[in-house]
């Protein structure tokens, strides 16, 4: 069977953010998530105003900000998605019961509530453990990039079925094909490596769009190590969109 478009998915989307993220998707022409893991609040900065332009989502690991401060990070930060137009996604990859989860996404000094337009988390906990997300979209944690990963098959199927019943998801990350109801987001994506030495294993843009039918790449190393991090964003900006029209025509 071929995949649906975005638009067809947008007519089909329940939640807000899903919305959101297809319609970024196609007033951009962009399926990409730029990985901002870099550790200081000034190269988080300038790589989201340099991608901005180019992705429907910048992606953080914000507790790897060594001198994070709300005001000189977040607030900044809120300014070039509302300039650019992407969201946040916060990978805080939440893996507790209810309660501490609650606590990790409102407290401490990140407030992830405040500021994320998205985060992502286990479903380890069970279905319950994701109520707290209720003002954001949450992407599950289905299937890992890593070698050696635990996300095997039965487990991907439990998995599943948590994030296709539960209302706050609105997709999951994986290195497999999932239901058409919610969104695939695919990191492990690099068009000049195969791993990086400590367990990363990397797929091509076209790849993800052909095998997995995925609708998201994420891609961080490839954009933010590279020497022109704008140039290099456009490259796998135009990558995806290609490899996403390409993947209307083909048959899985
Ligand atoms: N990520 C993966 N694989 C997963 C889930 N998440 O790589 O299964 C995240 C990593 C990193 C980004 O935490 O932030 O995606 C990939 O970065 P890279 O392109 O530099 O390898």
């Known amino acids: 069977k071929t995949r649906s478009s975005y638009e067809q998915k947008l007519k089909n989307a329940q939640h807000s953010v899903s919305k959101k993220l297809l319609e970024l998707a196609l ?106 997300f209720k003002n954001v979209g949450v992407v599950a944690i289905i299937g890992m990039s890593s070698k050696g990963t635990l996300t095997t098959n039965e487990y991907r199927e439990e998995a599943l079925k948590i994030a296709l019943s539960h209302p706050n998801v609105i997709g999951g990350v994986s290195q497999n094909p999932v239901p058409e109801e919610i969104l695939l987001f695919t990191p492990g994506v690099n068009l000049a490596d195969s791993g990086d030495g400590k367990g990363q294993q990397y797929n091509t843009p076209e790849y993800v769009f052909k095998n997995l039918h995925t609708d998201f790449i994420i891609v961080g190393r490839g954009i933010y190590k590279a020497d022109q991090a704008e140039e290099a964003a456009i490259a796998y900006k135009n990558e995806g969109w290609k490899a996403y029209l390409d993947s209307l025509e083909k048959k899985v």
């Open 27 to 132: 007033a951009k022409q962009s399926n990409l998530i730029a990985s901002a893991d870099v550790t200081t609040t000034k190269e988080l900065l300038e790589l989201a105003d340099k991608v901005g332009p180019h992705i429907i989502a910048l992606k953080t690991h914000i507790d790897i900000i060594s001198d994070f401060e709300y005001e000189k990070t977040i607030t900044p930060l809120k300014d070039l998605a509302a300039k650019h137009q992407f969201l946040l996604m916060e990978d805080r990859k939440f893996a507790d019961i209810g309660n501490t989860q609650e606590l990790q996404f409102t407290s401490g000094v990140f407030k992830i509530t405040d500021w994320a337009d998205f985060v992502t988390s286990q479903v380890i906990g069970g279905f319950e453990s994701l109520d707290c």
